[in-house]
């Protein structure tokens, strides 16, 4: 009994002594903030310090919550609301559940992008009725936040990926359905290419550097990989069922490059040199800068419940976030 009892004391002290290093590590590397993320149809405020949630939202009857952006006060959010029963999303700025006011309602819209100053909220649009793709293509639009003057920003189709403001707030990096990354100047509409091959750009705080999905393939494959992108249903379900031959027969080896093993690149823009940071990973979302820009925040697909991991820049380690699932939106001071 007495051996028992003291197995379970060391036990004890070694999880304590665990938890504790993990909350010092984190406090001396600088891991300080909080990380908004959707849980089970809800918004939540993951705290870095004392690694505890606090529940913003809550779930609603019907109503799923998509994605979401929150204002530079860091407590008003924008969120894509949608309504399970007809599929209509809704964007709506919310500041408590008594203050909630609807910006715009489309039938499509995703990955509100709040600007800088907070006077622009760039997102997706998509009709779904036009094209016949199993990937539908989306476009760049940007509305007031008060629900005024709602612009379309490019005629470019767009994969489906949250659009990232430079900190000047007059340019946008976004990523086309032929995995070329643009940067968009709002006012002139001018578009130049920046990434030849990558999708799910995020510029850092300091507006010097671009984050994004790659692969290190060849051209073969990065080829296919766009063609993959951009086939019709038909296409897609007789590739599926491998009907189709030629150069579709190997989708097994498209679709893992395509969907699993995207490693994490850096662009340095002043110098246009790319870094790749990290291994390959199932990952879909954007990545998330750390306030003070060395660290990656990213949304793991990998696991049965999303884990959220942050990476260390300088070091190329993964730390997973414990006891903590969703899909990671936001990372404020």
């Not at 659009?163 to 707030?169: I, L, R, T």
């Amino acid at each position: 009994m007495i051996r028992i009892l003291l197995v379970m004391s060391c036990i004890v002290v070694f999880a304590v002594s665990v938890f504790g290093a993990i909350t010092e590590k984190r406090t001396a590397a600088g891991l300080k903030g909080f990380i908004d993320h959707v849980y089970d149809y809800s918004i939540r405020s993951f705290d870095l310090l004392t690694l505890k949630n606090r529940t913003i939202t809550k779930k609603r009857p019907g109503i799923s919550i998509g994605e979401f952006d929150t204002m530079p006060d860091g407590q008003i959010k924008i969120i894509i609301l949608q309504n399970l029963d007809d599929g209509m999303t809704q964007m709506v700025r919310y500041e408590s559940a008594e203050k909630a006011q609807p910006i715009i309602n489309k039938k499509f819209i995703a990955w509100p992008a709040v600007s800088p100053t907070g006077k622009l909220i760039a997102y997706l649009y998509s009709d779904y009725s036009k094209g016949d793709k199993w990937k539908s293509d989306w476009f760049l639009y940007s509305v007031n936040n008060n629900g005024q003057t709602d612009v379309k920003l490019s005629e470019r189709a767009l994969d489906r990926c949250k659009p990232s403001w430079f900190p000047n707030g007059k340019q946008i990096a976004v990523s086309s359905v032929n995995y070329k990354i643009y940067v968009i100047d709002i006012n002139s509409k001018k578009e130049n290419v920046v990434i030849d091959f990558g999708t799910c750009p995020s510029v850092s705080h300091d507006g010097n550097q671009i984050a994004y999905f790659s692969h290190e393939i060849d051209e073969s494959l990065r080829k296919k990989i766009v063609a993959y992108r951009n086939m019709t249903s038909d296409e897609y379900n007789q590739m599926v069922s491998n009907k189709m031959g030629h150069k579709y027969r190997d989708y097994s080896r498209i679709e893992n490059a395509y969907f699993v093993r995207k490693a994490i690149y850096i662009l340095n823009i002043k110098s246009g040199i790319s870094k790749r940071v990290s291994e390959g990973l199932s990952v879909n979302d954007s990545v998330i800068w750390s306030p003070d820009d060395n660290y990656l925040l990213l949304n793991n697909e990998g696991s049965i419940n999303t884990k959220m991991n942050i990476l260390d820049i300088r070091s190329g380690k993964l730390m997973e976030i414990p006891d903590v699932a969703g899909s990671a939106m936001v990372w404020r001071k």
